[in-house]
């Protein structure tokens, strides 16, 4: 467990993870521990562009960053479970995890990876004002850094003085970000989609980072949005009253959801038939790219009203070409698509179509510029509003804005991910959606557990840590909705989990600890308690932080069940437990985990071999299995 992850840390290297890929579908490129980019591109050459051009992004702290990235926490999940085990929480598939979201996603990864439709994140500006200062809790040597980064003794030095020190500066806020957007990236689905918010202090620097992480190629845009207010009054130059929220797809090519038509945009759809309102557009191409020669397909006859063939002729005399390909057409004269008006054109009147657009149903391609949505004053009263009056959050977004996220960039079933939780406006945003449309939206909200300035109203109304006010955001709104909207009886609740790391003493008899001792030791299973056990191993398994695991009580010894996997944590396995277990094995044709995972700490060399030797007789049995036994340190 945190021991095996301790000792795999030390052998990481930067770069291992895209190593053992190459390795995996390229080893030919491999020779003698060495590898060979000119016969990789040998094999890439017909399918992709391959440029010399040697543009990136530099920072001090960058390969350091990609190598935080890479390292596994040894943090253990810690389950809330009088909060988890109230009755409008047991059920639930939302989630709340107070801790270091870069341990967060790490965890996450185990079990979502490429499967979050959604991510938003306001990450801390680096304004200078904003208490934002980088430090990890990572301990490494100059000798180790410059091992395991291939850099100087003199650059290993200014690294790890950047992060000891603590330090505001662009290069500490990147290396900051960077291995928390890998992660990211690689939680989100194929259609997955990145919005982060940003103002002027880094906004650049995050636009050159995104492009190196998500590729230049998935860059969706760069939404400008309304404060509605100004800052930056007593400085040099301009004020601001805007922030900016960079959008990045998984892959290329992926389209955000239409956004419902105002009450202005509806005043266009004048016309009416037995279908409904429509408004009409020419079927000729105009502005840009209107000719034939660029789109010589798109240049054919159509037949008019009158039977004549009709061709794509511009006003100024030059031939044009249509919108759509003549199959298209054929379909929207088929359709009754197709409106005939007649015009006049060179002094000579003449039958000439237009595309119907419909209004039932059509939505409009999202705005770059968002400064038709309420801004920060609102967003604060809305939180002013659920805690009586108190401003207990600084700079909380609008429920509005992640709105207007949610609906262009997730379906009603989606999983979405903040983490940087704040004050919980994304979850907020997704209940309300949820119980307008009748959705199954969920969500997963990490939270550090940033302390409260002891002057603040948040400390005065003995919230000690801006999490406890994420999850009471959380609670107060769930509850506004529950009056406002009785019939909805969709998710209102989250589970709550809080990460924790193992003392110095626990990690002491991790290292002391001797797997071949004629004696268990119960003192790890009673310091972190079975529950945290269980929940971290099921994330780290793939079953995530919501499955439903059944308890097993065998011969009054407990053991807990999740699809193929079977967990043995609690010490004192009695050979009489193990004898039941082989008979509900070779009894209970739906009983059949392949996988056997033990805590290592809390049997002894003896249990552990009796419980291997006794299941390996049912390899041999009518089932025919084999048993991966995953013994865990």
């Known amino acids: 467990m945190i021991k095996d992850i301790i000792d795999a840390n030390n052998n990481v290297t930067v770069g291992a993870k895209e190593i053992e890929i190459l390795k995996e579908y390229f080893p030919a490129c491999f020779r003698n521990g060495s590898f060979d980019i000119e016969r990789l591109k040998e094999y890439l050459k017909d399918k992709i562009n391959i440029t010399e051009e040697g543009y990136e992004l530099r920072f001090l702290g960058k390969n350091y960053a990609r190598l935080l990235a890479s390292l596994d926490t040894t943090t253990v999940i810690v389950p809330d479970e009088e909060h988890n085990n109230l009755p409008e929480n047991k059920d639930s598939k939302n989630i709340y995890i107070s801790g270091d979201n870069l341990d967060a996603l790490k965890h996450l990864l185990k079990s979502y990876a490429g499967s979050i439709k959604c991510i938003y994140i306001d990450p801390p500006y680096n304004t200078g004002s904003d208490d934002f200062v980088y430090s990890d809790s990572f301990n490494f040597t100059v000798e ?4 395991k980064l291939s850099i100087s003794e003199e650059q290993a030095s200014r690294v790890l003085d950047l992060t000891r020190r603590g330090s505001a500066t662009h290069s500490a806020w990147l290396m900051f970000m960077l291995p928390r957007l890998l992660l990211a990236r690689d939680l989100l689905s194929k259609d997955g989609v990145i919005f982060i918010s940003i103002d002027d202090n880094e906004q650049s620097n995050l636009k050159l980072l995104c492009d190196d992480i998500f590729g230049e190629e998935c860059f969706m845009g760069n939404i400008v949005r ?171 977004k609008p429920v509005d804005l992640l709105l207007r996220i949610i609906n262009i960039a997730t379906d009603k079933d989606s ?55 994420g999850q009471a955001r959380i609670k107060l709104a769930a509850n506004k909705l529950r009056r406002e909207n009785p019939m909805f009886h969709g998710d209102l609740g989250f589970k709550h989990f809080t990460l924790q790391e193992p003392t110095n003493q626990s990690i002491e008899k991790m290292e002391q600890f001797d797997p071949h001792s004629i004696f268990g030791d119960t003192t790890l299973v009673d310091e972190f ?77 003896r249990e552990l071999q009796g419980l291997k030797d006794s299941l390996r007789v049912i390899q041999d049995g009518e089932k025919n299995m084999r048993i991966n036994f995953d013994v865990r340190y």
């Open 144 to 147: 180790e850094l410059v091992s």
């Open 415 to 469: 999983l979405i991910v903040d983490f940087f939780g704040g004050s919980s406006t994304t979850a907020h945003a997704i209940m309300q959606q949820n119980s307008k449309d009748g959705g199954n939206r969920k969500y997963i909200l990490i939270q550090w557990q940033e302390q409260c300035k002891e002057d603040s109203e948040a400390f005065k109304s003995h919230y000690k840590t801006i999490d406890e006010i």
């Open 226 to 396: 309304a404060t509605g207010q100004t800052t930056g009054q007593d400085g040099d130059g301009l004020g601001s009253s805007f922030d900016y929220i960079l959008v990045y797809s998984k892959n290329e090519g992926y389209e955000l959801n239409g956004l419902e038509l105002s009450e202005k945009d509806k005043k266009r759809f004048q016309e009416q038939d037995d279908i409904g309102y429509y408004a009409y557009d020419q079927l000729r191409k105009t502005g840009s790219n209107d000719k034939r020669e660029d789109r010589p397909n798109l240049y054919y006859g159509i037949v008019d009203p009158d039977g004549k063939i009709l061709y794509p002729t511009a006003t100024a005399g030059y031939d044009g070409r249509w919108r759509v390909e003549k199959s298209s057409y054929e379909n929207l004269v088929k359709n009754n698509m197709i409106l005939w008006k007649k015009t006049t054109r060179n002094n000579v009147e003449v039958w000439w179509p237009y595309v119907k657009y419909y209004l039932e149903g059509r939505t409009k391609r999202p705005s770059p510029l968002w400064n038709d949505l309420e801004g920060n004053k609102k967003a604060s009263r809305e939180v002013r509003e659920l805690f009586d009056g108190k401003k207990v959050f600084d700079f909380p």
């Open 529 to 605: 308690g079975v529950p945290t056990i269980l929940t971290t191993w099921l994330v780290r398994d793939g079953y995530g932080l919501t499955s439903d695991v059944k308890t097993l009580n065998i011969e009054g010894y407990e053991l807990y069940y999740m699809d193929k996997h079977l967990y043995i944590i609690n010490p004192n396995l009695s050979n009489e437990v193990v004898a039941s277990l082989l008979d509900r094995y070779q009894s209970d044709a739906g009983f059949n985990p392949q996988n056997i995972v033990i805590y290592g700490y809390a049997l002894s060399w």
